[in-house]
């Protein structure tokens, strides 16, 4: 921390959420609305190594990004060969275009703790120290860290204590996610634990970074609890979800609503499209230029209206954007047959009009 003040935030990685058009759309948002000293860390969804290396076209766009945001990539996986050669390759090939690189040990999702990875690796953490060490020490340039929750359940919690101090001499930053793997995506986070573990960090591995997270609905909650526990930094997930001014503390206002989600939705439509488009020498170029994306942006909206994936993605961050504006329940309905773009823009346009 720098000042007193200062609130260092970071939008949690969430797959399928905090995709390019997202980050991009948040960081906009976060430099509009600045509050003084404060700074925002994105992260991208997490992507499987296996995956990766197996057919790349496949997953490699969960990295996709634009060269400004320098996010962290996340990555997830259970065996340490398949990890440290996706590493090292996102590393050398992609390297430029991110902040530091990232193992998941906190997903509970079955598909990925099948393949040994997320929560799975808290399972045997004699055997996850060593791929930490090794993941650390095989990567040149970029840091290393890594997010977890507080443990398996209630009883494991000092043994994931005990895992992450020792943990922490390798790690730059560790983000908790306060809540344990059987509580999965609600009830309490446990803020002591996270501020407990601090303590214990900061006695052997002072250069180790500690992000708490779970359960923040508001800026002011962030404030407050980065302030109490005086953590390093302070991350938001479900919240942040159609509503990228959480991070700000500034509300928007309906005007401010419709504006986002229009650049939302032509944001995440384009990248789409060039994602596609950027097919170069075999590799799949993940770094999207912002002119361009601008440009696609424009072509988009002179163009005739358009089938687009990109705009059935949308309803997930449409519906929570409208959350508790009066009538959005009935209309929302109406909303689902929508595929095409143009039509789903004016609609929301429509919407707000009648609002106004
Ligand atoms: C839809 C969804 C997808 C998520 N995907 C990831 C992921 O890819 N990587 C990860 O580390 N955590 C993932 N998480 C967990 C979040 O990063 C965060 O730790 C969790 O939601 C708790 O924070 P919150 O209470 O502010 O939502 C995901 C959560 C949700 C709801």
């Given at each position: 921390m720098k000042k007193n003040n200062t609130m260092?935030?970071?939008l949690a990685p969430m797959d399928g959420?905090?995709?390019?058009?997202?980050r991009l759309?948040?960081?906009?948002?976060?430099e509009k609305c600045w509050a003084p000293h404060n700074t925002l860390t994105l992260r991208t969804e997490f992507m499987n190594v296996d995956g990766f290396l197996i057919n790349p076209d496949n997953v490699i766009k969960h990295l996709q990004t634009t060269p400004e945001q320098q996010p962290i990539a996340q990555i997830y996986g259970g065996n340490e060969t398949t990890l440290l050669k996706a590493a090292i390759s996102i590393e050398r090939e992609y390297g430029h275009l991110f902040s530091w690189i990232e193992l998941n040990l906190g997903c509970?999702?079955?598909t990925v703790m099948k393949c040994g990875g997320g929560s799975d690796m808290?399972?045997?953490?004699?055997?996850?120290?060593?791929?930490i060490q090794h993941l650390s020490e095989q990567l040149e340039q970029l840091p290393f860290s890594i997010k977890v929750r507080t443990g398996l359940n209630e009883a494991d919690k000092p043994q994931q204590a005990d895992f992450l101090v020792k943990a922490s001499q390798r790690c730059s930053t560790i983000s908790?996610?306060?809540?344990?793997?059987k509580q999965l995506y609600s009830g309490d986070a446990d803020w002591e634990f996270i501020a407990q573990v601090q303590q214990r960090i900061k006695a052997v591995s002072p250069h180790c970074q500690i992000i708490g997270n779970g359960g923040i609905t508001s800026y002011e909650q962030a404030k407050t609890l980065q302030k109490h526990y005086e953590l390093n930094g302070i991350m938001i997930?479900?919240?942040a979800i159609g509503n990228p001014r959480i991070f700000t503390p500034y509300q928007p206002t309906l005007s401010d609503k419709l504006e986002t989600i229009l650049r939302h939705l032509d944001i995440s439509v384009a990248c789409d499209q060039l994602f596609e488009a950027l097919f170069l020498n075999g590799r799949r170029e993940i770094c999207l230029k912002t002119a361009q994306l601008e440009e696609q942006i424009q072509s988009n909206l002179k163009k005739a209206d358009f089938e687009a994936h990109s705009t059935v993605e949308f309803r997930k961050f449409l519906f929570q954007y409208l959350k508790g504006i009066p009538g959005s329940r009935e209309w929302k309905s109406g909303m689902l047959s929508i595929k095409k773009y143009r039509e789903l823009r004016n609609q929301i346009i429509d919407f707000f009009e009648n609002k106004g």
């Amino acid at each position: 921390m720098k000042k007193n003040n200062t609130m260092h935030l970071c939008l949690a990685p969430m797959d399928g959420i905090t995709t390019c058009a997202t980050r991009l759309l948040t960081k906009e948002i976060f430099e509009k609305c600045w509050a003084p000293h404060n700074t925002l860390t994105l992260r991208t969804e997490f992507m499987n190594v296996d995956g990766f290396l197996i057919n790349p076209d496949n997953v490699i766009k969960h990295l996709q990004t634009t060269p400004e945001q320098q996010p962290i990539a996340q990555i997830y996986g259970g065996n340490e060969t398949t990890l440290l050669k996706a590493a090292i390759s996102i590393e050398r090939e992609y390297g430029h275009l991110f902040s530091w690189i990232e193992l998941n040990l906190g997903c509970p999702s079955t598909t990925v703790m099948k393949c040994g990875g997320g929560s799975d690796m808290m399972k045997n953490r004699e055997k996850t120290l060593t791929i930490i060490q090794h993941l650390s020490e095989q990567l040149e340039q970029l840091p290393f860290s890594i997010k977890v929750r507080t443990g398996l359940n209630e009883a494991d919690k000092p043994q994931q204590a005990d895992f992450l101090v020792k943990a922490s001499q390798r790690c730059s930053t560790i983000s908790i996610h306060g809540r344990t793997l059987k509580q999965l995506y609600s009830g309490d986070a446990d803020w002591e634990f996270i501020a407990q573990v601090q303590q214990r960090i900061k006695a052997v591995s002072p250069h180790c970074q500690i992000i708490g997270n779970g359960g923040i609905t508001s800026y002011e909650q962030a404030k407050t609890l980065q302030k109490h526990y005086e953590l390093n930094g302070i991350m938001i997930g479900q919240a942040a979800i159609g509503n990228p001014r959480i991070f700000t503390p500034y509300q928007p206002t309906l005007s401010d609503k419709l504006e986002t989600i229009l650049r939302h939705l032509d944001i995440s439509v384009a990248c789409d499209q060039l994602f596609e488009a950027l097919f170069l020498n075999g590799r799949r170029e993940i770094c999207l230029k912002t002119a361009q994306l601008e440009e696609q942006i424009q072509s988009n909206l002179k163009k005739a209206d358009f089938e687009a994936h990109s705009t059935v993605e949308f309803r997930k961050f449409l519906f929570q954007y409208l959350k508790g504006i009066p009538g959005s329940r009935e209309w929302k309905s109406g909303m689902l047959s929508i595929k095409k773009y143009r039509e789903l823009r004016n609609q929301i346009i429509d919407f707000f009009e009648n609002k106004g």
